[in-house]
Each structure stands twice: as structure tokens, then as C-alpha cells.
């Protein structure tokens, strides 16, 4: 049925042709500019519909989205499928796959959190180990910035500082016990150069 429009019919027999063709890209892209001329053309809303839903299932249909899945790329995914929900923000399966993602993207970061935490602790136990108690205290000070409640590196931190305040009062019992028997002949040789107090 022609209108009395030939420019509307002229956008009519476009559109018709890309759908035929199932040119989805340019089918939403036409459409969107054939409604924002004439607004009150509902065959041009009608073809913005299909198009918006075709196009959306397209793309979740191609191999870019199947390799993402393939990859476990969620934040990509999460990308992709929040892209497509501004062309089809009603969409129910594009915000259950959205939610999806983003689970996928929690657990990933637990997971690498997980363990980046178990690899700290065996290279925190390997540093009191080998008596690197500075470097340990200073690990754990690292992580309990970031995690201050982390028990694990609380009770590492506890035993690494106790240790290195073991050390350092070692450390200063030898020099003391070096150091006064010279300090104490020197002041017997000497006694009257030595000031008081």
C-alpha cells in the first residue's frame, strides 16, 4: 500500500529489501534514521523492532561471542551483552547472560585472589624461613593494607616481627658483649678522660 509520501515509500522499499536480505546491520541502522524523519510512521517502528531483535540475536549467534565463551572472557562478554542491551535494553535473556558474566567475573577474581594469597603466604613462610624477617614483616604489612582483617598474614606478621625483635636483640647482646670488655679496659687505662654522669 503506497503512501501519499514518496519518500516514505522510497525508506518502505529500503527497509523491505534489507530485511529480505537479512542485512541486520543496516536494517536497525535505517530504520532508527527512517523513524527519526518521520515519527509517526508506525511500519517504520515495526521495522525498527525486527531489526533491534534481529540484530541482537545475530550477534549473540556469531562466532566472535562463541569464541568469548570459549575463552571464559567474561569481562568481554559482560561488554558485549551490555552493548547489545542498549539496542534491546527489555531484553530478559541479554540481562540473564549479563548477570551470568558478571558472577563469572566475581568468581575469576576470587579465584586469582585465592590464589595470589596462597602463593604470599608459602613466599612469606619461605622468607621466615630462611631468617628474611624484615622482608616478611613487610610483605604482610602489603596485604593487610589492602585485606586488614586476613587472619593468615595477622598471625605471619605476629611471628615474623616477633622473630625480628628476636634478632635484633641477639644482635645487640653480642655487641654488648664485645664491645664492653674493650670499653671497660679502655676506661681502666684511661678512666680520668672519660666524663661522668
Known amino acids: 500500500m503506497a503512501s ?8 518502505l522499499k529500503e527497509l523491505k529489501s534489507l530485511k529480505s536480505a537479512k542485512n541486520f546491520d543496516q536494517l536497525l541502522l535505517r530504520s ?4 527519526m524523519a518521520f515519527p509517526d510512521e508506525a511500519d517504520f517502528l ?4 525486527y531489526a533491534q531483535e534481529h540484530y541482537v540475536k545475530d550477534k549473540l549467534d556469531s562466532q566472535i561471542v562463541d569464541q568469548l565463551i ?3 572472557d567474561y569481562a568481554a562478554l559482560a561488554a558485549v551483552y551490555q552493548k547489545l542491551l542498549t539496542i534491546l535494553p527489555d531484553s530478559r535473556d541479554l540481562k540473564h547472560r549479563l548477570q551470568k558474566a558478571r558472577v563469572k567475573i566475581q568468581e575469576a577474581h576470587r579465584d586469582e585472589l585465592k590464589t595470589f594469597y596462597a602463593n604470599a603466604e608459602k613466599q612469606i613462610k619461605a622468607m621466615v624461613l630462611n631468617g628474611q624477617y ?3 614483616v613487610t610483605a604482610c604489612h602489603e596485604i593487610l593494607e589492602q585485606d586488614p582483617e586476613n587472619k593468615t598474614f595477622i598471625h605471619l606478621l605476629v611471628k615474623a616481627d616477633t622473630l625480628l625483635e628476636k634478632e635484633m636483640n641477639d644482635l645487640l647482646e653480642i655487641y654488648y658483649k664485645e664491645t664492653l670488655p674493650v670499653l671497660y679496659k679502655e676506661y681502666d687505662a684511661k678512666h680520668e678522660h672519660f666524663i661522668k654522669i
Do not use: G
Open 134 to 136: 624484615e622482608s616478611a
Open 4 to 11: 501519499q509520501n514518496p519518500q516514505i515509500d522510497a525508506l
Open 32 to 35: 532508527q534514521e527512517a523513524l
Open 70 to 72: 570459549e575463552k571464559k
Open 46 to 49: 515495526d521495522y525498527l523492532h
